[in-house]
């Protein structure tokens, strides 16, 4: 089983940018890879994706133009970088795979995601 291992969060301030990266055990390269976040009594919202392939990338509205999903499967690494950071942003931002084909569309939804990680908590103060 491949483990996730989330990094890079923290406390900043509204307009700075931050970059979180996921970690994982094994090869990454029959995952589509995404970002999740959660607010405390809330449920948890897909953030970005990008598709095993590297090739395709989806982006929840709140976050397009902002954020930019990336990957290195060398590393066994996906990448967030997150810029223009907004209160509205703060959350535990957790990593996901979805063991896919290569036909397969990305998925947004939580129950797609075999394996998570962690999380990481980033807070934007105003």
């Known amino acids: 089983q491949v483990q996730l291992v989330e990094s890079g969060g923290g406390l900043v301030q509204t307009g700075d940018s931050l970059r979180l990266s996921c970690a994982a055990s094994?090869?990454?390269?029959?995952?589509?890879l995404a970002w999740f976040r959660q607010v405390s009594g809330k449920e948890r919202e897909f953030v970005a994706a990008?598709?095993?392939?590297?090739?395709?990338?989806s982006y929840s509205d709140s976050v397009k133009g902002r954020f930019t999903i990336s990957r290195e499967n060398s590393k066994n690494t996906v990448y967030l970088q997150m810029t223009n950071l907004k209160p509205e942003d703060t959350a535990v931002y957790y990593c996901?795979?979805?063991?896919?084909?290569?036909?397969?569309?990305?998925?947004?939804?939580?129950?797609?995601?075999?394996?998570w990680g962690q999380g990481t908590q980033v807070t934007v103060s105003s």
């Open positions: 990008i598709h095993r392939n590297g090739g395709r990338s």
């Open positions: 094994r090869t990454i390269q029959r995952y589509t």
């Open positions: 996901a795979g979805d063991n896919v084909i290569l036909t397969a569309p990305i998925a947004t939804d939580t129950s797609s995601y075999e394996i």
